[in-house]
């Protein structure tokens, strides 16, 4: 089974920070790994998937990068609304997923 | 618009059973492969299953295989899943979510989630 590993699992941030959070696979996922916000109390929403293709419902100061192993969601302004837990997800073993273990963002 | 409505979830002693249901909207349901997500009380997202479009598929993570069952009725627009032999480890709410992908690469994500029905087993 494939591992995800998120980084840091927490962090604490003021507004107009720019975060960054790491994800790495147990093995080589080419770019199917997504990137999911979740507020408290909410049910998830989809931020990225592909790896770096953002969904229009999100400004673009949040951006995803990476291949293979090693991926990065980064916040380039934080904003109040940003406040919340992300999650990494693979996605390249078909309708198998592995989430990683979340990273919450919270205010400093 | 698109819409998914988790039912079924409440209070089960160990050991039970539990049927939940998703009713989905404003989509062409049999296109759509669809899995269901859980999460414990302070943790992390966790799938459980996920089912094929044409309903003929099925799979299930480790933690709760041979014990739920995921289905799915395209007459009725609706998603299920069995859970039986319920332990206090199953205690979570469960989202079912809307799976698709890109058409290029076949870059599969989940788009559309319920609000989630939540699931206790406690005696």
């Known amino acids: 089974d494939i591992q995800m590993t998120q980084s840091p699992s927490s962090l604490s941030a003021s507004v107009g920070d720019r975060v960054t959070i790491t994800c790495r696979a147990s093995?080589?996922?080419?770019?199917?790994l997504n990137w999911y916000q979740q507020k408290p109390g909410k049910a998830p929403k989809l931020l990225i998937c592909?790896?770096?293709s953002l969904q229009s419902a999100f400004p673009s100061r949040f951006s995803g990068s990476g291949s293979g192993t090693d991926f990065t969601l980064t916040i380039t302004s934080l904003q109040p609304e940003d406040f919340a837990t992300y999650y990494c997800?693979?996605?390249?073993?078909?309708?198998?997923?592995?989430f990683g273990h979340g990273t919450r963002v919270e205010i400093k | 618009e698109v819409q998914l409505v988790e039912s079924g979830g409440g209070l089960v002693q160990p050991g039970g059973s539990l049927r939940l249901s998703c009713a989905a909207s404003g989509f062409t349901f049999s296109r759509n492969a669809m899995s269901w997500v859980r999460q414990a009380p302070g943790k992390g997202l966790e799938w459980v299953s996920s089912?094929?479009?044409?309903?003929?598929?099925?799979y299930y993570a480790d933690s709760v295989k041979g014990r739920f069952t995921i289905s799915r009725d395209s007459s009725k627009n609706t998603l299920y899943l069995q859970m039986n032999s319920l332990s206090a480890e199953d205690t979570a709410v469960y989202y079912c979510?809307?799976?698709?992908?890109?058409?290029?690469?076949?870059?599969?994500?989940?788009?559309?989630w319920g609000k989630g029905t939540t699931v206790t087993v406690s005696s």
């Open positions: 592909a790896a770096s």
């Open positions: 997800q693979q996605t390249y073993t078909t309708l198998t997923w592995t």
């Open positions: 093995q080589s996922i080419g770019s199917y």
């Open positions: 979510a809307k799976d698709d992908f890109l058409t290029v690469g076949y870059y599969y994500y989940m788009d559309v």
């Open positions: 089912i094929g479009g044409g309903g003929g598929n099925t």
